[in-house]
């Protein structure tokens, strides 16, 4: 088992912007430190010989048809309700 210490914890809960209680700390402390001895078992894994699986279903390039649905309405029509418009575009407030 990968045994982490309270400060690797704490150092992943600060890179997630996390605030974690002591007991938080702790109970995440034993919870990922057994996660990792688990990664760590698969590390063992014997794969040799074993191909890559890249995908399970056996499709390939699997499309569909495009169809064009006339719902009755132009461009216009559609733009008279939004609030604000410019130009030919619904115009919305700057979200960074």
Known sequence: ??????????????????????AEVSEFQKEISEILGYVKMLDNADTAGLKP???VTGLKNSTREDVLIDYGMTP???????????KQYIKVRKML
Do not use: F, G, H
């Open 76 to 86: 216009a029509e559609l733009l008279k309700n939004a609030p604000v418009t410019e």
């Open 53 to 55: 699986t890249y995908q």
């Open 1 to 22: 088992m990968a045994d982490l210490t309270k400060e690797d914890i704490l150092k992943l809960a600060k890179l997630s912007r996390l605030k974690l209680s002591d």
